[in-house]
């Protein structure tokens, strides 16, 4: 069965630090790719997607996401987090399975540390 | 103001009573769908439909019921069939951009089953 994997369930960072959050599926059609970023007390909202095109995808709030095909991969990243980071984010894939609906990983809590 | 909105927030019920999770959106958007998010376990599909009228299970139907009876409503019964129904539920709705769906979500019911 398709899945989406994220292997980061917590992670704790320092503000400044770099973040790599990992997104791994496993199915070999197309696909689109999404994260989605859930502060606390919030709804869930979007934080970058890709469809086509250039597999280097920018977001709100300064991060990116880099598709790889061959690594069927879709890793999330920011060169500095900051306080306000402090979420749960999701990575999301729509397969072209004739489901049109996504298929979520089970998300990462990101807890930055002032 | 254009969005989803789900009500109540909080639902206390007691176990064995069926309950009905309201989803109204007025993005004039086609498709709707159920998610229930439980820690760790990131959001899964429970129903989805993409016209009025019309709906399919996702991956975890068992005990949940749906109608899409008008655009803009979506409304989930969780039965009691339901063997573990305490959980965070949220709706989505989108609209076909380019055969892509890009998902919207609902700020969330909490169901706690007493």
């Known amino acids: 069965a398709q899945s989406v994997s994220q292997h980061n369930h917590h992670v704790i960072l320092s503000e400044a630090a770099s973040l790599e959050l990992g997104c791994n599926y496993s199915?070999?059609?197309?696909?689109?790719l999404f994260w989605y970023v859930q502060y606390p007390g919030q709804h869930l909202q979007l934080l970058l997607k890709?469809?086509?095109?250039?597999?280097l995808v920018k977001g709100i709030k300064g991060f990116e996401a880099e598709f790889i095909k061959s690594k069927f991969s879709f890793n999330l990243r920011k060169p500095s987090v900051q306080w306000s980071d402090t979420a749960e984010y999701f990575c999301?894939?729509?397969?072209?399975?004739?489901?049109?609906?996504?298929?979520f990983g089970s998300g990462t809590r990101l807890q930055v540390q002032p | 103001d254009g969005g989803i909105t789900q009500s109540p927030k909080y639902l206390f019920r007691k176990e064995g009573q069926n309950v009905t999770l309201s989803c109204e959106q007025n993005l004039n958007h086609d498709a709707m769908y159920w998610y229930r998010q439980d820690p760790g376990q990131g959001l899964r599909l429970i129903y989805y439909?993409?016209?009025?009228?019309?709906?399919q299970k996702g991956d975890i139907a068992e005990g949940y019921s749906v109608s899409r009876e008008k655009k803009e409503s979506f409304p989930l019964t969780v039965t009691s069939a339901q063997k573990n129904p305490t959980a965070f539920y949220l709706c989505?709705?989108?609209?076909?951009?380019?055969?892509?769906?890009?998902?919207?979500f609902g700020p969330g019911t909490r169901l706690t089953v007493l």
């Open positions: 439909s993409q016209i009025v009228n019309d709906f």
């Open positions: 999301a894939v729509l397969m072209d399975t004739g489901r049109r609906a996504l298929t």
């Open positions: 890709y469809f086509s095109g250039d597999p």
């Open positions: 989505a709705s989108s609209i076909k951009t380019g055969g892509i769906n890009e998902q919207f």
């Open positions: 199915y070999g059609g197309t696909v689109n």
